[in-house]
């Protein structure tokens, strides 16, 4: 283990309230604007908007949607809770989640896509350990967002798709 970085500490995961969605707000930056979007997208019912803490503060999060299959996007980890298991911990519990909505469903029934952007070779590699399977599918998006300054800013972004099968 590296000097710099704290030990491991066990990372909780659940649905994000009201509460939560303020805390990443002020403690992940360039969450102020997102989370506040993304609580409103769970309210409306179009994803469950995940989050994650560590050491007792939200540190992480992520959005899963109701599409056929599931997709698990914007996963996002603040950079000083990094290395920590946050990451793993939003998929698990999105994982079971998934479970949960079809607890009927035989072996090889139940599957969850994500992205990772194609310069984030790290992010890849966790997927990939963790049982996601790279489809060659790359898709380039363009979108618009604010930052914590209120500046809007356009980028486009290449990901390919994984997916995990169980």
């Known amino acids: 283990m590296s000097?710099?970085?704290?030990?491991?500490?066990?990372?909780?995961?659940?649905?994000?309230?009201?509460?939560?969605?303020?805390?990443?707000?002020?403690?992940?930056?360039?969450?102020?604007?997102?989370?506040?979007?993304?609580?409103?997208?769970?309210?409306?019912?179009?994803?469950?908007?995940?989050?994650?803490?560590?050491?007792?503060l939200a540190a992480g999060s992520a959005e899963l949607t109701f599409d056929d299959p599931p997709e698990l996007k914007n996963l996002s980890v603040a950079p000083a809770s990094r290395g920590q298991g946050l990451g793993s911990a939003l998929i698990r519990y999105a994982e079971g989640l998934v479970e949960n909505r079809d607890p009927e469903a035989r072996p090889g029934q139940r599957s969850l896509t994500l992205g990772v952007g194609l310069e984030n070779p790290g992010a890849a590699r966790l997927y990939e350990r963790i049982g996601y399977v790279r489809t060659g599918h790359v898709a380039t998006t363009t979108y618009t967002y604010i930052d914590d300054d209120g500046v809007e800013h356009t980028v486009t972004e290449q990901d390919e798709d994984l997916i995990k099968r169980w």
């Open 3 to 56: 000097q710099d970085r704290a030990p491991m500490t066990e990372a909780r995961v659940r649905r994000c309230t009201p509460d939560d969605a303020a805390a990443l707000a002020a403690h992940v930056p360039g969450a102020r604007h997102y989370a506040a979007g993304a609580f409103d997208r769970q309210r409306r019912g179009e994803v469950d908007f995940l989050v994650a803490f560590h050491a007792g």
